[in-house]
């Protein structure tokens, strides 16, 4: 019993294998994709977390200054909170497109790979 069913397993094996190599192809790179795709996200999503941190720093500076007394040191860590919250802003905008674009590229290679799937085992 055991034998027929490792045969059964082996025929199984070989004619998936043989099924379509397109099919595993697309099926890595759709994985590879994927892989691509988290670590650019993670990338972009850390230097927008990078770019909030500085935002925060300047604007603790700037009331930390506005409490000494220091209006125009307060005035210029303020600005420097404005542009640093813009730079994050603007990251936050990219982490978001990166996301998106990584999904589209992710579900056009499934899509290659559940098609390369479909073929006949001869291609």
């Known amino acids: 019993m055991q034998f027929k069913t490792i045969l059964i397993g082996a025929l199984l094996a070989t004619a998936l294998s ?9 099926a890595e790179d759709a994985a590879a994709k994927a892989k691509a ?3 650019a996200t993670k ?14 720093n300047a604007a603790q500076q700037a009331a930390q200054q506005a409490k000494a007394g220091d209006v125009s040191g307060a005035a210029a860590s303020a600005g420097q909170a404005a542009d640093a919250a813009k730079n994050a802003q603007d990251n936050a905008k990219q982490t978001v497109e990166t996301a998106k674009q990584g999904v589209q590229d992710v579900k056009d290679a499934t899509n290659k790979a559940a098609d390369a799937a479909k073929e006949p085992a001869n291609h």
């Open 37 to 39: 795709a988290a670590e």
């Open 18 to 26: 043989g099924c379509s190599n397109n099919a595993q192809q697309a």
């Open 43 to 56: 990338l972009q999503a850390e230097q927008t977390a990078q770019a909030a941190q500085q935002a925060a």
